[in-house]
């Protein structure tokens, strides 16, 4: 049994799925299990077996390559989309990169170079998507893009990504102003501090695990499932009025001092 509102019908971009313990791919189960069709992306050769081990089991339509850093792959994927669907009912962008030395370093001592790289992978990669995916959602639809608490607080060791996530949330309310007249939505999803290999490019990252555990309300970490639920449910009509936002998903932890 699930418990997300149904998206039978609704045909979805999964853009970030790394392996099996990514929050793209617990939202990818999710979306699958409440009834969507979902198309997703790999960024090479190298990750596409940790991808399609993923994709298959969901009965991925398409699975297109992309790295956004490579000038036309995002645009030829929504060209498929194009060509395949004739239309998009909701994205979900999960991406983020910086340079290991400007991610290491303290802020006021990133390169512009990693700065420039950081915010072009992380932020303008969804507005990117945002605008692809507009002429694909005549009928409205849903954007969902992934951040984290470092955005509104210092946390140890997220360094620069915390402008960075700063950034992306700004651009969420942005995009859903400009896009909501159309029917289309922007939400991002901040999750608490969960084990993937993204997360483990941070330093000391099994530190801010146990004091994220320690400080929810309910002393318990989320996972890669509660986040998935939460998307499937924002990108169903059931979450229709629910534009511009950030909502949390971490145990109440960001209700703590």
């Known amino acids: 049994m699930t418990l997300s509102p149904s998206l039978a019908g609704k045909r979805g971009l999964i853009i970030g799925i790394a392996n099996d313990a990514s929050i793209a791919a617990g ?7 409440a009834g969507a069709e979902v198309a997703a992306t790999y960024l090479n050769d190298k990750a596409l077996p940790n991808v399609r081990a993923v994709t298959e089991p969901l009965g991925c339509s398409q699975l297109l390559p992309c ?19 004739g239309r998009l009912d909701f994205l979900l962008h999960a991406i983020a990169f910086a340079p290991h030395e400007d991610l290491h370093g303290r802020v006021v001592d990133c390169s512009a170079a990693g700065f420039a790289m ?8 969804f507005l990117r998507m945002a ?14 893009t992934v951040t984290f608490y470092g955005s509104e607080r210092v946390v140890a060791h997220y360094n620069l990504m915390g402008p960075v996530k700063a950034a992306l949330e700004s651009a969420v309310r942005y995009v859903a102003a400009e896009l909501g007249a159309q029917g289309i939505r ?20 099994d530190e801010l695990l146990a004091t994220a555990a320690a ?26 009025r629910i534009s511009g936002t950030v909502i949390p998903v ?8």
């Open 27 to 33: 939202c990818a189960r999710a979306f699958a299990a």
């Open 186 to 205: 922007a939400n991002a999803i901040s999750p608490g501090p969960i084990r993937t290999r993204a997360a483990s490019g941070i330093d000391r990252f």
């Open 118 to 125: 950081a915010m072009d992978v992380s932020v303008h990669s």
């Open 131 to 144: 605008r692809l995916a507009e002429p694909l959602m005549a009928a409205g639809g849903s954007l969902l």
């Open 215 to 240: 400080a929810a309300p309910e002393h318990e970490l989320v996972d890669i499932d509660d986040v998935g639920a939460l998307a499937a449910y924002l990108v169903s009509d059931a979450a229709r």
């Open 250 to 257: 971490d145990s109440g932890q960001h209700v703590m001092a």
């Open 67 to 85: 790295d956004v850093r490579v000038a036309g792959e995002l645009e030829a994927v929504f060209a498929k989309l194009t060509a395949e669907w």
